[in-house]
């Protein structure tokens, strides 16, 4: 059964302007703070962090490798060991400070250490701003199986500072945008149409894009934290998307995560089309805007048997059929949605 926690208090801007110190201090008073991070981040942030705000002055860091090979159960041994030397107890707190990787191995490991220490999650990255941080899901990887472990379970506060993005790389930019766009196409043609007026990097115009997303998203999981219902629409683009990083997961490069559901949401938004959801011009006009901004992955015919044997291992499957969310127009998405399996693999020549 899921475990149900509190939603979190979401804050959006510079973290000094919210008094994150004081915050810290107001409602963890005696707790030791322990900064999990990767060593991309750490080499960027962690200074400024533990010199500018006086609670994590004596931080423990724990500096994880970077990237999605990362989110495993060794890990998550490795650092349970750590907070085990380092005397952590349940009245202390983790600081997951990174992108989605990071947040989703924090809350895992948090939430199973001495059965539950409270965290903080200050997401790095665009992906975990709008999507990985908030909602409750945390998890690791098992081989190709993605966040085949985990738990439903809350951090206590989210903070969303853009400025984190300043240091971003561009493909990890394009691919929490992504996220964004799937946030539009399935529960809002406003914010579609304005993500795609969007200039692409242009950091100081994002906030009120990036809490848009954060909205649609809070509001869809507020409905249905555990996913038995309409939270499934949130997994428009990630049945197919997910079997093609799972794919890539052990390639000499991996897929990140928002190109993967964007090729996802290509092959799904077809099978939208097919299913008589979505009209020819939108289906066209998707595609459009997807390949301009992720291009073509190519995807070997001779990979779709094992893309296929993925998604019938997907955990949101159910009485043995791959579930889809799929598009009724732009800006509503339906899901449990049963597609042929000949109507899947055609769908995969599109990617
Ligand atoms: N829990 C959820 O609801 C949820 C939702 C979507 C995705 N996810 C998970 O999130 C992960 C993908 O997240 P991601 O794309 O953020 O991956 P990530 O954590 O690997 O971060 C991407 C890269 O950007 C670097 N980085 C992050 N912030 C940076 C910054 N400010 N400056 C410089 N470099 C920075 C990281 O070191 C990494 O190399 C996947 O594991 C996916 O399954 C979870």
Known sequence: ?????????????????????????????????????????????????????????????????????????????????????????????????????????????????????????????LLAQVDASVGGKTGIDLGPYKNQVGFFSNPDLVFIDPRFLATLENDQLNSGFAEMLKHGLIADKNHWHQLLAYPMGNL????????????????????????TGPRKKLNFGHTIGHAIEGFYLHHQKPLLHGYAVAYGMIAESWLSWKTGLLTEEEFTLIQSELSKRYGALNLDKFSFDAVMTLMKNDKKNSAGKINFTLLKGIGNAVYDQDVEEELILQSLELI
């Open 1 to 125: 059964m899921p475990t149900a926690s509190a939603p979190p208090v979401i804050h959006f801007g510079h973290l000094a302007e919210h008094d994150f110190d004081g915050l810290l201090k107001k409602k963890y008073p005696g707790s030791k703070f322990i900064l999990l991070t990767d060593e991309n981040v750490a080499g960027f942030w962690v200074e400024y962090l533990v010199t500018e705000f006086e609670s994590l002055f004596d931080a423990e860091i724990i500096q994880l490798p970077a990237g999605e090979a990362t989110k495993n159960f060794e890990t998550c041994v490795s650092v349970w060991e750590a907070l085990s030397e380092y005397g952590i107890t349940r009245h202390d707190i983790i600081i997951n400070l990174g992108g989605g990787v990071i947040t989703d191995i924090g809350g895992f490991i948090a939430s199973a250490f001495k059965r539950g220490l409270h965290f903080i999650n200050i997401p790095t990255s």
């Open 204 to 227: 100081g115009e994002i906030l009120p894009l990036i809490k848009t997303s954060v909205a649609i998203k809070k509001q869809v999981v507020d409905q249905d934290f555990d996913e």
